[in-house]
């Protein structure tokens, strides 16, 4: 009966040492997507919707808004310092809310083409001085457009000859050399001859 | 006797993470949505002066055959900027299949680019529509209401 009694004790006291402290801190934001469907202007800049941030947890908590790229090679990954935001780090109580202005300042050098970034806020500290990395974020997509005639012809080059790859640079290249060819054929007389070695 | 203690203990111990893994309520939980609602959002200019009131609509769909109740709508935008009036609205019931259109004043405090989206809530899940651009250029010389 004792051995039984010690054993319960055992179980008992390995499941408390296993068991984790309940989480009391969060972060969530009350957007889940800004896809932006008219072409935005290299050199431009452009004011986001507000974006509330919300501690849902039960302990003063600190959070940094950030901007981080997606993992989606399909489209690019917009520089995070274009991105301002005011705040750009808050605390906030359990249950509280604030809202955080963003804007887009796009450099005059911004390459054209389709972006995505994920803006939000990531839990910087908890009052209890530990710091994880738990964000919230809303997708967002834009494009830009070509600043001017050059760079929107560099643009539609370069979508061309990525979205024909690689016949996009198999056919310029025997083009290239059929006419590199036919060029020296007109300019110069190339005569091969193939004779016999005289015997000494 | 020793044996059976020894057995018991370690079972115990092989058990004791699901144990309070159980009691923790840790775990890895999932639901998946589906949202029968649908906004997009239409601006009656692209580009207005400070001051000078446009009209932005948003129209509401219930793809889903069931009706929608308590829907709210919110126009979003950096409203620092911005003057809406009465950005959130309410819809008190959307049958299946049918469509409500509703509509903002918008007036530009300050010259810039504004990005403006609706989000349409419904039965706890909210659907953010694409976003569309104002432009709000100086020379108005009129002040928003």
Redesign the interface.
């Given at each position: 009966m004792r051995?039984?009694q010690?054993?319960v004790a055992?179980?008992l006291l390995?499941?408390?040492e296993?068991?984790?402290v309940?989480a009391s801190s969060g972060v969530s934001v009350?957007?889940?997507?800004?896809?932006?469907?008219?072409a935005?202007m290299p050199g431009?800049?452009?004011?986001?919707?507000?974006l509330g941030v919300r501690n849902p947890g039960t302990e003063p908590t600190s959070y940094v808004m950030v901007a981080s790229a997606v993992q989606d090679a399909s489209l690019r990954h917009p520089d995070a310092a274009w991105f301002v935001f005011e705040p750009s780090a808050l605390t906030l109580g359990p249950g509280e809310t604030a809202?955080v202005?963003?804007r887009?300042v796009l450099p005059r050098d911004a390459a054209p083409g389709a972006y995505q970034v994920l803006l939000g806020a990531q839990i910087s500290s908890l009052a209890t001085g530990a710091s994880v990395g738990a964000a919230a974020a809303a997708r967002t997509t834009f494009s830009i457009r070509p600043a001017n005639a050059i760079d929107a012809f560099a643009a539609s080059i370069g979508q061309l000859v990525s979205d024909l790859w690689p016949w996009s640079a198999i056919v310029p290249s025997v083009f290239a050399l059929a006419s590199a060819g036919w060029l020296i054929r007109r300019r110069f007389a190339i005569h091969l001859d193939v004779r016999k070695r005289s015997a000494r | 006797?020793t044996r059976?203690?020894l057995a018991?203990?370690l079972a115990?111990?092989l058990?004791?993470?699901a144990?309070?893994a159980a009691?923790?309520g840790?775990g890895v939980t999932g639901r998946v949505f589906a949202t029968p609602q649908l906004v997009t959002i239409t601006l009656s200019a692209?580009s207005v002066q400070v001051g000078v009131a446009t009209r932005a609509e948003a129209t509401v769909q219930n793809l889903g055959a069931s009706p929608l109740n308590s829907i709210k709508v919110e126009l979003?935008?950096?409203?620092?900027?911005l003057v809406i009036g009465d950005p959130i609205r309410d819809v008190n019931s959307l049958k299946g299949g049918k469509s409500a259109t509703l509509s903002w004043t918008v007036c530009g405090k300050a010259a810039?680019?504004?990005?403006?989206?609706a989000?349409v809530t419904a039965n706890g899940i909210?659907?953010?529509s694409?976003?569309?651009?104002l432009v709000v250029v100086s020379g108005g010389k009129k002040a928003c209401p």
């Open positions: 051995c039984i010690l054993a055992v179980v390995v499941a408390l296993a068991a984790p309940a009350d957007l889940g997507r800004v896809d932006i469907t008219d935005l431009q800049a452009y004011s986001l919707p507000t809202q202005q963003m887009l | 006797m059976r203690v018991i203990v115990s111990s058990l004791a993470p144990f309070a009691a923790s840790r692209g979003r935008a950096d409203h620092a900027g810039g680019s504004y990005v403006l989206l989000r909210a659907v953010d694409l976003a569309r651009v």
